[in-house]
């Protein structure tokens, strides 16, 4: 049984942004914060212009493309959340500062004060950090038991599926209430073991890295690359192409906490892909990356 009515995220850029959007069509109360100035109101923007497509292509009735919209409202402050069901981070992807950010959740949001629906749900957007790690930062008073990961896929609004991860100590009723709220939200909920990369970057990111040590060894130009993997392998878009929509900088952290924690030499990252990072060819964001993005 869905017993989550309001959503509460951290991080309004492409994640938290898509996350949002998607509980508010799907009926939920959403309160939306990030630090960055400008970036909660930016988000909502991005939220009018892609609702509105939905309505033009039939897909949205405009009355509900609205109510998505109203239920939508923008949080000045952490305390802010302090009604929600469930708390989604959607940060930078760096396990110090989500950390930091859930010793945090847990002082504003103690596992006592729980509303008719139990105790407010901490979830983890991370696409490769451990929820145990993260877990362990709230303390044994935060309630690690409600802490879990909820990892969605990008862009939010299109991909079905939810990566759902238990910490060591994350409870049967947190995993409950969490693959209900995923299906209520329109997605596939599979779970995953807490282990680094889960199990579509421990898949993923190892087959993109390969990609770029083709190109740097010149085993084919990486539109060749891209072309022969998806008219032989039938993926809808190449490792790299892919690569530079995910961000070059989020594939380098992702092999980084694969390498380490694993210790396994085959997640090094390729030396070309750090050069790219370094240089600033972040991808599509930065509107270069293996490829060229003119206008972006």
């Not at 199990?199 to 740097?216: G, K, T």
């Not at 993997?229 to 490792?239: A, D, Q, R, V, Y």
């Amino acid at each position: 049984m869905q017993d989550i009515r309001s959503v509460g995220v951290i991080g309004a850029g492409q994640m938290g942004s898509g996350i949002a959007q998607v509980a508010a069509v799907a009926g939920l109360g959403v309160a939306l914060y990030d630090a960055a100035p400008g970036a909660v109101a930016k988000a909502r923007e991005g939220h009018a212009k892609r609702l509105a497509r939905e309505v033009e292509k039939q897909r949205l009735a405009k009355a509900d493309s609205e109510a998505a919209l109203a239920r939508i409202r923008p949080a000045e402050s952490l305390d802010a959340l302090a009604a929600c069901d469930i708390v989604i981070e959607a940060i930078v992807e760096d396990a110090g500062v989500k950390r930091e950010l859930f010793a945090r959740l847990a002082r504003l949001f103690p596992a006592e004060r729980a509303g008719p629906a139990g105790p407010v749900i901490l979830a983890s957007n991370t696409s490769s950090i451990s929820i145990t790690e993260i877990a362990g930062a709230v303390g044994p008073a935060g309630a690690p038991e409600r802490v879990i990961g909820m990892h969605f896929f990008n862009p939010v609004p299109v991909m079905k599926l939810v990566e759902v991860i238990r910490g060591l100590a994350t409870s049967e009723a947190t995993t409950a209430r969490v693959v209900a709220l995923a299906r209520a939200m329109g997605k596939t909920p599979v779970p995953a073991n807490d282990r680094p990369g889960f199990v579509s970057n421990r898949v993923l990111m190892p087959m993109i890295n390969e990609a770029f040590f083709a190109w740097m060894e010149g085993v084919a130009e990486p539109e060749h690359i891209d072309e022969i993997m998806k008219l032989g392998c039938n993926f809808p878009m190449g490792p790299l192409r892919l690569a530079d929509f995910i961000g070059l900088d989020t594939c380098l952290h992702i092999l980084g906490v694969l390498h380490r924690e694993l210790g396994d030499p085959k997640y090094r990252p390729c030396p070309l892909l750090r050069q790219l990072v370094a240089a600033g060819r972040l991808g599509d964001k930065a509107g270069r990356g293996v490829f060229a993005y003119p206008g972006s």
